[in-house]
């Protein structure tokens, strides 16, 4: 695999990592009886995994242009960080539709008479997402620690 594609593997990580936010945000400015404290995790969590990709974006370019020019020999990305990478993005991708989904379930929370027994749905949803957005977290950690050997 080369560059452009661990590239694209890493802007695709930053997109869902940014829509999850951005879904968490949304359900966030709502007025309900939901628990702020996952979502401002959930939004932390997802801060972090972008900030990392773009180091490993940067890093990875900035290596690539060191061989190129000959100045340093920098060993291409390895199979470990093109894991690490794709796992990231898997896991920002799943956190994504758990927060998706968690936004349509605030939607009809809305309604007094389900919002009892939605509640346990929501918070269902809401962890799976920050669970899968802990992941790809400590996956772009992962690619950072490989980067930096």
Do not use: C
């Amino acid at each position: 695999m080369d560059l452009e594609s661990q590239i694209q593997h890493a802007n695709k990580t930053i997109q869902n990592a940014k829509a999850v936010k951005e879904t968490s945000g949304t359900i966030l400015r709502r007025k309900s009886k939901i628990q702020p404290n996952h979502l401002k995790e959930l939004s932390k969590i997802m801060h972090n995994v972008i900030v990392h990709i773009d180091k490993i974006i940067n890093d990875t370019k900035q290596s690539q242009s060191r061989k190129k020019s000959r100045f340093k020999e920098i060993k291409k990305p390895t199979a470990k960080i093109i894991t690490h990478t794709k796992n990231a993005k898997y896991a920002a991708i799943e956190s994504k539709k758990m927060a998706d989904t968690a936004l349509k379930t605030s939607n009809k929370m809305k309604d007094p008479k389900h919002e009892k027994k939605l509640q346990e749905v929501f918070d269902v949803q809401i962890a799976g997402s920050v669970h899968a957005a802990k992941v790809a977290e400590s996956e772009t950690k992962k690619a950072l620690e490989e980067i930096m050997i």
